[in-house]
């Protein structure tokens, strides 16, 4: 029987989690919480690499992130729709692993996959609350499982934060999990074509945008997140 997942990271993308929330689960994992990634595509359109070498690297940037379970749902990149079958992909995933916390890809971003894959799986989260949504796994009947809480993690295009995670201390290790992604990101020898995240400036990017987080709360690296609903905290003196 698979072990409950406590923190549960979905992207449109396999490397969508590594670049925005990787930091995050890594934290999160040094406090003793399990974490998982859900990829809702292979990234067969990428200007870069194959859906062979992503699934490769995703497999590596798994084993840096130290997760407990990696999982692509294999919808089309680029034209997946907001369906009820895509719905009960991701609900049947929320239920399997009945995780705490969900992290979404940014409500809005460059590439349109990210909106909408960030509206679909929050609709998910929301649906697998819903005893009368019937799906099973395994030939077994599910249970409903609604997430507590459901954070957008911010990506390529500037969001302002609700609330920002310290990452300072994973910030390397990270970047380990990014350039798994060999194919995608900076290569000098690369005879690949040059693309928005391929150059090497892209990581210099990266580090900034962490680093204008981190400043906020007094911190060298921080990851941002938007919420869908008001947050609360059992004391003032939580807040920094």
Known sequence: ?????????????PDDVEL?????LLKHRAMGYTTGIID????????????????????????ILGLTERVNLKMADGF?????????????????FKPQIVLLNAVSDRHP???RGGKLASEACFLAG???????????????????AVYHYVQDRY??????????????????SIKAYKTQFWDPNSTEPKTPISGEEFFEFLRGRMAE???????????GYTVERIIGVNSLFELR
Do not use: C
């Open 20 to 24: 925005s929330a990787s930091g995050t």
């Open 113 to 115: 996959d990210h909106g």
């Open 213 to 223: 987080f981190g400043r906020n709360i007094g911190v060298r690296y921080a990851e």
């Open 40 to 63: 809702l595509t292979q990234g067969e359109l990428g200007s870069r690499g194959t859906k062979e070498t992503r699934k490769e690297e995703a497999a590596a940037a798994a084993r």
């Open 130 to 148: 819903l005893r009368k949504i019937e799906t099973t796994w395994n030939g077994e009947p599910q249970e409903a499982h609604r997430p507590q």
């Open 1 to 13: 029987m698979m072990s409950q997942i406590d923190i549960l990271a979905i992207g449109a993308h």
């Open 159 to 176: 969001l302002q934060p609700d609330f920002v995670v310290d990452v300072t201390d994973f910030v390397e290790q990270k970047f380990d």
């Open 80 to 96: 997946f729709e907001h369906s009820e079958e895509n719905l009960r992909l991701i609900i049947e995933q929320i239920r399997r």
